[in-house]
């Protein structure tokens, strides 16, 4: 199941890239077809695996909303909900450019349905402006995490 569920997810991913690519590629015009063909081949090929995060890389580092914290480091993530030091889910993250799949490995408050021992994934859009970090939620059945990524944060 959780194999039909990833591939299921992948194409998901790669219907939403292809869809905003075809957008972008409609609204710039003067490429040809042939050439929007390969720029889209060339983007979905990119896909995975997921680019690193580096200290360079803006998304780096810790970041915070009133009480709540974000850390992220090299391609994982921690939240801490309560400002109390100890975080509250953690996981890894999978990025193509502005798009990233988080999943919890753990945590009092992770998103993994314990009943059926399954992990549940959320994907989201994010933008790195100097220093705020915004999430845009594409697809996520997890709320608590979905809440949590509805804030604006500022790099701390």
């Not at 720029?39 to 915070?64: E, R």
């Not at 914290?69 to 890894?92: I, K, M, Q, V």
Request: hydrophobic share 35%; proline share 3%; with cysteine.
């Amino acid at each position: 199941m959780r194999r039909g569920m990833k591939h299921a997810l992948t194409l998901l991913l790669c219907s939403f890239i292809m869809v905003s690519m075809l957008v972008s590629c409609g609204s710039e015009g003067g490429g040809s077809v042939s050439d929007s063909n390969a720029s889209l081949q060339n983007q979905v090929k990119g896909i995975w695996p997921s680019s690193n995060i580096h200290a360079q890389d803006p998304l780096s580092g810790t970041w915070k909303s009133g009480d709540q914290t974000l850390t992220f480091e090299d391609n994982t993530y921690s939240a801490d909900f309560n400002h109390d030091g100890l975080p509250e889910a953690w996981g890894r993250i999978t990025r193509s450019g502005n798009i990233m799949i988080l999943t919890d490995s753990g945590g009092r408050n992770s998103c993994i349905n314990n009943d059926a021992v399954q992990v549940v994934d959320g994907i989201y859009t994010y933008d790195v402006s100097g220093d705020t970090l915004t999430f845009g939620l594409f697809r996520d059945p997890c709320h608590s995490r979905a809440g949590f990524l509805g804030l604006t944060y500022t790099k701390q």
